[in-house]
């Protein structure tokens, strides 16, 4: 990261959210975030958020909006956890106002925190003054949220899972690209409830690994998911990917019905909107359906096929809203914003 990037401790940084194809669902070290599994994900082209951090050497307390309102609770006190991370690494005691501007729905099952905190470990890394390669980033913005990890990066991206317990175990968990073939998938993103989850994503993860009987066995079937996955992208075959990323998805919510008590995110109109990629599938349009702790379903498919894809979820879910994204780019600063 280039000092050109950087104005007198100000620097803006945008991200996007990513969707996983094969899951990230339960920690095996929460104070480092550390997944208990592998997770491969693609980077979307929309719901961009953007940070701005900038250091007030004469303040108390940091400052934390989001869409200009203050940020409260739990969740600025992750923002505030996160800064005294990077003030740590920088060996600085300044505080700092960030502010930040969210186009996806926050808490939603959308990957706002991937988005978020992906911005947010760019632009803090250069306020700061930190020298941060994109691996480096990626290990930061871990720390924030685990799925921003791979949000630092653009297109498709493997999140390892590390090594819990030895001494590297930080530097051992981090994302990188994955090299795919030629393909032009796309994402149609059926929101049919953009309200904040009942249930939040990291409480839903400690009672489906404390008490849910499945998890352990999907855990394990994921690992031959992830080997498969990387394969099917490798040759560019969208059929196989979509297949692996369907299996994986209600496979993790399964093991979350199976909780105890269960954690059940999937609706009546989240059913409708898989029962119509079914339908879309026997009428000979590849479509695959794949969703994250929320409500709402992400249909995978051909380029070519979305905006038919979309007309048919579209259908499914009226009164919601339905967006078709394509691979997006990884996490950078903004030059000349400041």
């Known amino acids: 990261m280039s000092a050109e ?11 996007h959210p990513n969707i996983a ?4 669902w339960g920690k095996s070290d929460e104070q480092l975030v550390l997944p208990r599994t592998d997770s491969l994900s693609m980077t979307l082209d929309i719901f961009p958020t953007t940070t701005r951090v900038r250091l007030v050497p004469e303040a108390e307390h940091d400052e934390v909006t989001l869409g200009g309102a203050p ?16 003030r740590e690494r920088a060996g600085s ?28 470990a760019v632009a803090a890394s ?15 913005a871990r720390r924030g949220s685990g799925s921003a ?5 653009g297109d498709f991206a493997i999140w390892h899972a590390g090594r819990p317990g030895e001494a590297d175990a930080d530097l051992s968990s981090y994302a990188e690209p994955v090299t795919t073939g030629e393909f032009a998938p796309a994402l149609v993103i059926a929101v049919v409830n953009a309200g904040p989850k009942a249930v939040s994503s990291r409480a839903a993860m400690r009672r489906t690994v404390d008490t849910s009987p499945l998890y352990e066995p999907w855990a394990a079937s994921s690992k031959d998911d992830l080997a498969e996955m990387r394969e099917a992208l ?6 196989a990917v979509g297949e692996i990323a369907e299996r994986n998805a209600l496979g993790m919510h399964a093991t979350m019905l199976a909780a105890r008590p269960a ?24 479509a695959y359906a794949t969703m994250d702790a929320g409500p709402n379903v992400k249909v995978l498919c051909h380029r070519k096929d979305a905006e038919r894809v979309a007309a048919v979820v579209r259908g499914a879910v009226p009164g919601g809203s339905v967006h078709v994204a394509g691979p997006g780019p990884g996490a950078r600063l903004l030059n000349g914003a400041a």
Not at 5 to 15: D, E, I, K, Q
Not at 21 to 24: A, G, M, Q, V
Request: charged content about 20%.
């Open 263 to 286: 954690v059940r995110y999937l609706s009546a109109p989240t059913l409708t909107v898989l029962d119509s990629v079914l339908q879309l599938r026997r009428d000979g349009v590849p």
């Open 126 to 140: 250069a306020a700061y003054g930190l020298d941060s390669d994109p691996t480096a980033l990626s290990r930061l």
């Open 71 to 86: 940020l409260e609770g739990e969740a600025r006190r992750r923002v505030v956890a996160f800064l005294d991370l990077v």
């Open 5 to 15: 990037h950087r104005s007198n401790g100000s620097a803006t940084a945008v991200a």
């Open 21 to 24: 194809l094969i899951k990230y």
């Open 234 to 239: 490798l040759k560019g075959d969208l059929d």
């Open 149 to 153: 990890s791979r949000s630092v990066f």
């Open 93 to 120: 005691s300044q505080r700092a106002v960030v502010a930040t501007e969210n186009t996806v729905p926050t808490g939603a099952g959308l990957a706002s925190s991937a988005s978020g905190f992906a911005a947010l």
